[in-house]
């Protein structure tokens, strides 16, 4: 009895811990001023193939975030990427050196959801962060599955556009990715639901010189 005592406890105690590890990071204020004009953007935007490994700066992750599916009307609620039915389907997480995270919008917070580095899973690069896109089509209100499912691909290329666009107005390099080989292990880490589907991915760095 002792001994089963002892090892609960270290199992409950091995939990917390872990549970305490999970980290939110509190993003800068975007600035909303940087950047090349759109036209210009329009001009330069294209698929990069590689990446440097160094880190984003914490102004560039919040600005990239943002820029995706950021909250720009705060009164309403609304996001920089439209939606269908302004179901507001489409989250971000952000697969980091030190773990995972899902970037809470409207509080523009990152929160931890799993320690570790994935960042391959989504598919390999050097690319120091890598964006994925998951729809929740439990969040449109009425229609079909099958229906949903066509909305839900529309807006995660609303959001990607922003993210490639974003990257081109500053410099950064990207390119969206719609293949997973690491799919069925990240749907058991981030514990989604069937509602929930893998759409795309984003790998983000800057140049490799």
Known sequence: MKQMLVILIIIVF?????LQELKTVKLLNPDKKRGLPLMEALDIRASAREWSAEKLSQQDLSDLL?????VNRPSEGKRTASS????????IYVFLEDGIYFYDAPKHILNQVVA????????KTEAPVNLVLI?????????SDSLKIGWSNIDAGIVSQ???LFCAATG?????RASFPGADKIRELLELKDSQYILLNHPVGYLKK
């Open 14 to 18: 091995t939990g917390s811990v872990q």
């Open 66 to 70: 943002w820029a995706a599916n950021g």
């Open 84 to 91: 269908a039915m302004n179901a507001q389907d489409i989250d």
């Open 116 to 123: 570790g580095d994935y960042r391959e899973l989504p598919g």
């Open 135 to 143: 729809t929740d089509i439990s969040k449109f209100r009425a229609n």
């Open 162 to 164: 922003n993210i490639s």
């Open 172 to 176: 950064l390099k990207t390119r969206p």
